[in-house]
């Protein structure tokens, strides 16, 4: 029997591996489908003073062009501030911002045609970067400054102090399946939607609102996806709704797939940030106050871009305690592509402020940095100075930080090896070598309460096979294995008994994003909840069989028994549908104990932490900046593990996702804001060279969460990726080495080959004039 | 003429296809004619792996029994009438007739190797065809067999663990009797399948108004060529596929390379290694590897597998790319083109066919037919030292940022004559002139490379680009001849070795 807590393979693997596995685009197309694509602002920021589009109509396989001016309903895309045209409306605000749609009888028509427009643009004054936009005062939302204590007061006192100023890059999820959906028109005004979508029920509510129709009207159906990373939460119901807006203009199936380039274009990717620190610290390292400036680019649009600093802002503590922090955030609007969710939703951008920090402390001081980060690490309940409540006001009370860094730190055999690294750099002129050791504690939950709520619907069939469906989407995070083992786990039955179903707004509603790393946490309780209701039910019908009492019918390998008695869960599924017991249940699940006041930016909003440690060992050359990851060793906390072999996917993933984002992968533009970085073969992301030769990833054993979570697993689709933190801080070790670790390298991320370069050059400079 | 059909055998059973506009990709093919959608479209560009699929292609070998080769190959940027006369295999075709894993798929499973699933086909035909060549693959060569697939989601691990785990091949089994399809693993049968479907004319599809030629005579091929002006030649597709699927461009006719024999061949002897216009990339730099293994490095950062597979010499020669990565060290090894324009051919040194950014000293209706490569130790290159050098953002298949090459002759201590070669620094792949001179006859030494790295500034003003900036690209174009010098000094046994390569010190 096989169910929770084991290393299942993937629900799809056997799917994946032979091509069977569908997609949005294997979908067969309903005859007469017509294929969508869309005509981008070559500018900017513009006013569009003419626009000619008869070029466009006129291109054979033509059916149709659209404008903005043919939306039913609201032109609309943004779900939280209502700020994202569907299609620009007279003024576009980057360049690659959808103008209009052109609907052909292939892909390729399509395109080609809507490079036909006419356009004819006012251009207006661009701002093209995060500095320029601060100075400017150019933002999406007012600026926001939460404090804890007196900062400004402590840091005039404080024995040490350091300021500084850095930034990192953003990210494009180069998800491998780009985004789609396929939009068919059905009877009295209604759509059905299939999309690559992290969140089902936004694209359901987005398109109802396009089309000015109720939200009964329209279903979304999402099977998987091909990688999400949060570059599917909130951008699908653009294509979406454009798909569905052309399907209900024509009658016909539209679909809607956008080519990689145009892709990496026009959707947002993760937010750059602009970083600032003032911390004052005392002779061991032990930080007394901080004042950190965040600014993050945020692009033409609100989009996600709130709840991303908010988790920036709460995750500028990472692992220490600040007892007087002030943080100063400023969400500044350019004339780019509107940012947005990518997994880590600020937390990444937070943290790494705070891990710049510490390392400037450190090099300051002279110390090891691990040794700065242990003093600084949340308490765990000495009595009277607990160093154990957070800056936004939650009581940490599951803190493993402790145990888990003794345990890498031995494992890894870190303080060994880095003082061997030290040594031989001392003897390698060219090559030099860092280490790192970095923390992750991150937070689990929507910071919003209301999103942390999930569904479920499970039915059970007369031959006792069970079908199961819940809100989240599967997106290769092993969602729907996972949620199917719990399934199993609580029939007593083999997985292989439980199919899962697609992701329908039809049969599990108002549901939230599959999002934040909370899919197995709520879906699994959710889907727990249906089980136990049907359970309850066959309990009660075994008992009245067998004249037991309920709580006394167990399920387990297959078969129900009580008291001696014992029968198959498909004959006891079959007599209970004889006696007329229904055998189809609706979780339920929202998560206890938070709650947030965002005004205030006090409250508990995440129902617990989930905790990790990374050390890693990089190769520099310092004559051109090249590096390369020799050693990565992980230890990451998810509880007790739903599935180990999925977990690991999650932490291994996430961390050389995280190294792609602080090494490779460089966004660039031109001088007009036209991304030049907007495919492959221009925009770098890890492949299988990169990754570390030595690669020793495990999971933290023994220790369940503390919470009442599903089985006490933990979330892990987000925390792993800041893991890679130590990748970052790997290399400003080994650049630091060419000042003899005097001096704080200024290295932003990512450190590609011509940062480290200039970082080391400019310690060597500054140690020839000094 | 009579128009004739594209024929090829997919997965394993002989496949006509007429009636498909000649620029229509293998994957558009797949995917939206045949409705087999497990070949992924992930960016279309050849640089995702998504669509990989493989191809087996009859080696017609007089010395031994015909057999097929098997390569894997980018099917978004392959266009579907080059497929004429040879195999194709998707992932499809590699599950058994039982509906039973194939032993790559199963090591998949085994692994976790999946997570979201898109990229698997194209990582699972990747593999089968290093499985098909490589029976037991070590780590190293499974990653060098992966450059071209990206993956999202595992982080590689899980990928490479399927890899070492695939069960060793064991021979090649014979076909089934009375089966109905070939598999991949009957050689023999698949090329007694492949036999007939070889051609003796040249071979004309057209469609749309569109004409595809794959003429089988370097005369024939010429003669088209020096006749219809805006036609296209098209090599491996690996560029041309992105004057289709991203520029949206197209063409009245195409002229393909591949079918012209003397164009696929390779010859050694008098002093040069002579390379056929239509040889792919890995067979030319299997050959160049023989002559001059210090490359052998390049060459593994050179793209990617597949696009090494279907991509070739001439190609990248004939786009003459400031950031190709193969002209800076033919230049510094002193090769030459033969152009050949009808009847007429002629000879240029390969440095003077670049004139400026995309202006080439070829003639309209002249081609690039042949590269010529000087043979080590031939009279005319006596005991080179060899290096190249490849800096880019990520390890595997990047395009430079600066691509480098260096020859130097030297005796006792001072530099007899040295030839540097840059990419990446100016609108064409260009000889850094004054930092030779400034070598040439100078001692071998550190002062001597420090006052060649002042004179490179002369020579190259680069841009600033997504790639790299202009400060950067002179900073490590200087920086690399120290690395050059280091490297030599280490090889003379007075002088302690300094490690000065992170990327190509491989530690598998």
């Not at chain 1, 390729?108 to 809507?114: K, L, N, S, V, W």
């Not at chain 1, 040490?160 to 780009?178: A, K, M, S, V």
């Not at chain 2, 002369?458 to 490590?476: E, I, K, N």
Request: net charge neutral; glycine share 8%.
């Amino acid at each position: 029997m096989r169910a929770a807590d084991t290393s299942l393979p993937h629900e799809s693997a056997h799917l994946h591996v032979s091509g069977q596995a569908r997609y949005v685009d294997d979908v067969p197309e309903p005859a007469g489908t017509l294929h969508a694509g869309f005509g981008m602002s070559v500018h900017a920021h513009a006013r569009i003073k003419t626009m000619d589009l008869s070029a466009v109509r006129a291109y054979p396989g033509v059916a149709a062009v659209l404008t903005h001016r043919d939306i039913p309903g609201a032109n609309n895309y943004g779900g939280i501030v209502h700020d994202d045209p569907l299609l620009a409306e007279g003024l576009v605000q980057y360049h690659g911002q959808p103008v209009f749609l052109v609907l052909a009888d292939s892909h390729h028509t399509a395109r080609r045609a809507a490079r036909l427009a006419r356009m004819e643009y006012e251009v207006l004054p661009a701002i093209l970067s995060v500095e320029v936009a601060l100075a400017q005062q150019f933002f999406i939302a007012p600026p926001r400054t939460i404090t804890r204590g007196d900062a400004a007061a402590v840091l005039t006192r404080a024995p040490h102090r350091i300021t500084g100023r850095t930034r990192c890059g953003g990210q494009d999820h180069f998800y491998l399946e780009g985004q789609i959906a396929l939009a068919q028109p059905q009877e009295d005004g209604q759509m059905q939607v299939l999309c690559s979508t992290q969140h089902p029920t936004e694209v359901q509510h987005i398109v109802a609102h396009a089309l000015g129709r109720a939200s009964h009207a329209v279903r979304v159906e999402c099977r998987r996806i091909g990688g999400g990373f949060g570059g599917k939460e909130s951008q699908p119901a653009l294509i979406a709704a454009a798909a569905a807006v052309a399907a209900a203009h024509t009658g016909r199936a539209v679909k809607l797939r956008l080519d990689r380039d145009d892709d990496m274009r026009i959707t947002g990717k993760r937010h750059p940030f602009l970083l600032e620190y003032d911390v004052g610290f005392d002779a061991c390292g032990r930080i007394l106050a901080a004042d950190f400036m965040l600014a993050s680019d945020c692009g033409y649009s609100a989009d996600l871009s709130g709840p991303v600093n908010d988790r920036a802002i709460c995750h500028v503590d990472n692992a220490y305690f600040l007892e007087h922090v002030t943080v100063r955030n400023f969400q500044c609007k350019t004339h780019t592509a509107s940012n947005t969710a990518f997994r880590g939703f600020g937390g990444p951008q937070g943290m790494f402020i705070i891990e710049h920090a510490i390392d400037c402390i450190a090099l300051q001081l002279g110390f090891d940095p691990l040794d700065v980060r242990r003093v600084n690490y949340y308490g765990t309940g000495a009595a009277n100075r607990p160093r154990n409540q957070t800056h936004y006001g939650q009581t940490i009370d599951d803190n493993i930080l402790d145990a888990i860094t003794d345990e890498l730190e031995a494992s890894s055999d870190y303080r060994a090896r880095r003082a061997a690294l030290r040594l031989q750099n001392a003897n390698s002129p060219i090559i030099k070598r860092g280490i790192a050791f970095t923390p992750v504690k991150f937070g689990i939950s929507f910071n919003a309460t209301h999103f942390n709520q999930a569904g479920a619907l499970v039915h059970i069939y007369k031959d006792g096979s069970v079908l199961l469906n819940h809100g989240g989407t599967e997106m290769g995070q092993g969602l729907f294995t996972k949620v199917a083992q719990v399934v199993a786990r609580e029939l007593g039955i083999d997985i292989a008994q439980v199919r899962s179903s697609a992701a329908d707004t039809g049969k599990v509603p108002n549901t939230s994003a599959t999002a934040a790393s909370s899919g197995s946490d709520l879906n699994g309780m959710a889907a727990r909840d249906a089980c136990r209701q049907l359970k309850a039910r066959l309990a009660a019908h075994a008992a009245m069989l067998w004249q037991v009492a309920a709580d006394s019918v167990t399920f387990v390998n297959g078969s129900v028994c009580a008291a001696g008695h014992t029968m198959s869960f498909a004959e006891l599924v079959n007599q209970a549908w004889f006696a007329r017991v229904s055998l189809s249940a609706q979780g339920f699940y929202a998560t206890p104990k938070i709650h947030w006041d965002r005004a205030a930016f006090k409250g508990h909003p995440f129902y617990y932490f989930a905790y990790g440690v990374a050390c890693t060992q990089v190769a520099v050359d310092t004559l051109t900046g090249e590096t390369k990851i020799e050693r990565a060793d992980l230890l990451h906390d998810a509880g007790t593990s739903l599935n180990p072999a999925i977990d690991i996917g999650q932490v291994e993933g996430g961390f050389i996702q995280g190294a792609g984002w602080l090494t490779s992968e460089e966004l660039c533009q031109d001088a007009q804001g036209r991304l030049t970085t907007h495919a492959p073969s221009t925009y770098k992301i890890p492949t299988a060279a990169d990754i570390p030769p030595v690669f020793n990833v495990k999971l933290v054993q023994q220790r369940p969460n503390a919470e009442d979570t599903i089985y006490r697993s933990k979330a892990v689709g987000e925390p792993p990726l800041m893991l890679a933190l130590s990748v970052y801080h790997a290399i400003r070790d080994a650049v630091a080495s060419v000042a003899h670790y005097r001096a704080a390298p200024q290295l932003d991320a990512p450190a590609t080959p011509e940062a480290v370069l200039n970082a080391a050059d400019a310690l060597r400079a500054a140690r020839t004039n000094g | 003429m009579q128009p004739q059909p594209i024929r090829f055998v997919l997965n394993g059973v002989p496949h006509q296809a007429a009636g498909v506009d000649p620029h229509v990709s293998l994957l558009q093919y797949l995917r939206e004619q045949l409705h087999l959608t497990g070949t992924k479209e992930g960016c279309a560009e050849g640089d995702c792996g998504a669509c990989t699929v493989v191809i087996g292609e009859l080696q017609t070998d007089a010395r031994s029994a015909p057999g097929v080769r098997l390569k894997p190959i980018n099917a978004c940027i392959r266009a579907l009438p080059t497929l004429d006369g040879k195999a194709v295999f998707t992932v499809e075709g590699l599950t058994q007739a039982d509906g039973s894993l194939h032993p790559v798929q199963q090591a998949m499973v085994d692994c976790h190797a999946s997570q979201c699933g898109f990229c698997t086909p194209g990582f699972v035909m990747s593999l089968f065809a290093l499985h098909q060549n490589t029976p037991q693959p070590t780590r190293a060569q499974a990653i060098e067999a992966l450059a071209g697939n990206l993956c999202r989601c595992t982080g590689y691990r899980p990928i490479l663990d399927a890899a070492e785990a695939m069960p060793g091949r064991t021979g090649m089994p014979a076909a089934a009797p009375g089966a109905t399809s070939v598999t991949p693993e009957c050689g023999a049968a698949l090329a007694h399948a492949l036999t007939p479907l070889q051609r003796t004319a040249d071979f004309s599809y057209s469609a749309h108004g569109v004409t595809f030629h794959a003429p089988r005579s370097i005369a024939s091929f010429s003669r088209l060529a020096a006749a219809h002006l805006d036609a296209w030649i098209l090599a491996g597709g690996t560029d041309v596929g992105l004057w289709i699927n991203k520029a949206l461009q197209s063409a009245n006719m195409i002229l393909y390379t591949g079918a012209v024999a003397e164009l696929t061949q390779i010859a050694e002897g008098d002093g040069w290694l002579d390379i056929g216009a239509a040889v792919p990339l890995d067979d030319a730099f299997t050959a160049l590897n023989r002559q001059y293994p210090e490359y052998a490095h390049l060459w593994q950062r050179f793209a990617s597998p597949p696009i090494r597979a279907s991509g070739t010499l001439g190609g990248n020669i004939a786009n003459g790319s400031p950031i190709g990565d193969a002209m800076p060290l033919l230049i510094v090894l002193g090769a030459e083109v033969v152009l050949r324009h009808g009847d007429a051919a002629r000879t240029l040194p390969l440095e003077d066919l670049y004139l400026d950014y995309k202006k080439q000293a070829r003639a309209p209706g002249e081609w690039v037919e042949r590269v010529r490569i000087p043979q080590r130790g031939s009279v005319r290159e006596p005991a080179l030292e060899v290096a190249a050098y490849k800096i880019a953002k990520r390890n595997e298949q990047d395009i430079s940022a600066v691509c480098c090459a260096i020859a130097l002759q030297r005796d006792s201590g001072s530099v007899q004559q040295v030839r540097i070669a840059f990419g990446g620094m100016a609108g064409i792949p260009k000889r850094a002139r004054h930092a030779e001179a400034a070598l040439t006859g100078a001692p071998w030494s550190e002062a001597g490379v420090r006052a060649a790295m002042a004179a490179l500034a002369h020579d190259f003003t680069p841009l600033s680009d997504m790639r790299a900036g202009a400060a950067y690209r002179l900073r490590v174009a200087q920086n690399l001849l120290l690395r050059f010098f280091y490297e030599s000094a280490a090889a003379t046994p007075a002088v302690a070795p300094i490690d000065a390569r992170v990327i190509e010190t491989r530690v598998y």
